[in-house]
């Protein structure tokens, strides 16, 4: 049992955990209300290791721990040693408490490494992994903090870690590309006859919406797959957590086609009130829905 110090220090990192999610997970945070307070402190704590460990790749790196140190940390917490650091003392507590397993955060910082050595994405199957990487084990992660029933339940986490940074991924082209990063597959940029040239211009030509078309069909193909594994997880509210981030999130997808599938002028989004929306609506449906568990 951890000492009155020791607490102290845990509690601390918890509340800075709470304060990174607010900022920079808007939509998680958003949902993550409906959660215990363990479970719902404990998340934030592995979101704030992950968007560490992704800002230590972004131009101001130079504010932020770097890879290194955070692999070092890692290395440390799986070592057992004492974390003097609140955040990394309550990021400690969580993996030891829900047996987070260390693979997984090292293929979190594999995924970000990608980008540091330039993405070239050829095929899905390529992004599929980065997908892994960067979002499949943090929906892992947070499955192991709800608790489940059956071990497939982490198998449709990936799918659906995979579907969310997907739409991350067209919503975001405009901007990655000023970066120097494509995640779209080239081998399906060249079958819908999309250009290089389309994006160092910012236009969305009619080959580029068909392939946008089809990547956000997709995306909504993996986000109904992925909430088949719902009924896995133990808890109603962790249950209805997933459903409320899975539906949010699809709602960019809706966003991008109302704007004309441009993702050059105008970055999509999910505003308040048609998350409280989305929210209220499961609030309402919810005890009537039927989670039927795979086979």
């Known amino acids: 049992m951890p000492s009155p110090n020791e607490r102290t220090l845990i509690e601390a990192g918890y509340k800075k955990a709470k304060s990174i999610t607010r900022t920079h997970a808007r939509t998680f945070y958003f949902a993550s209300h409906l959660l215990p307070k363990d479970k719902r402190y404990a998340s934030y704590s592995i979101y704030a290791l992950c968007r560490l460990i992704d800002d230590a790749v972004d131009e101001d790196a130079k504010d932020h721990p770097s890879l290194e140190e955070l692999e070092s940390v890692v290395d440390s917490i799986y070592a057992g040693a004492h974390q003097s650091d609140p955040l990394f003392a309550a990021i400690a507590k969580t993996v030891q408490k829900y047996g987070m397993e260390r693979e997984h955060l090292k293929e979190v910082i594999a995924g970000v490494k990608m980008d540091l050595e330039g993405v ?3 095929s899905f199957d390529e992004l599929a992994i980065y997908c892994y990487r960067v979002a499949g084990v943090v929906g892992v992660m947070m499955t192991m903090i709800f608790g489940f029933s059956d071990p497939r339940v982490k198998n449709y986490a990936v799918l659906m870690g995979g579907a ?11 901007e990655d590309y000023k970066m120097g990063r494509v995640y779209l597959p ?8 999309v250009l290089p040239t389309d994006f160092k211009r910012g236009l ?49 997808l809706k966003s991008i086609e109302e704007n004309d599938y441009d993702v050059f002028k105008e970055r999509a989004s999910v505003g308040s ?3 409280f929306a989305i929210l209220l609506g499961l609030l309402f449906k919810f005890p009537f829905m039927k989670l039927t568990q795979p086979k």
């Open 273 to 275: 009130l048609r998350k």
């Open 120 to 122: 070239s994405i050829q």
């Open 186 to 193: 080239h081998d399906e940029l060249e079958r819908f006859s």
């Open 164 to 174: 969310m940074q997907l739409t991350n991924i067209l919503r975001d082209v405009g």
């Open 204 to 252: 969305i030509t009619e080959p580029l919406r068909e392939f946008l078309k089809f990547q956000i069909e997709r995306a909504r193909s993996l986000y109904l797959e992925a909430e088949k594994g719902v009924g896995l997880i133990l808890g109603k509210r962790s249950r209805l957590v997933v459903l409320a981030m899975s539906r949010i999130y699809a709602a960019i």
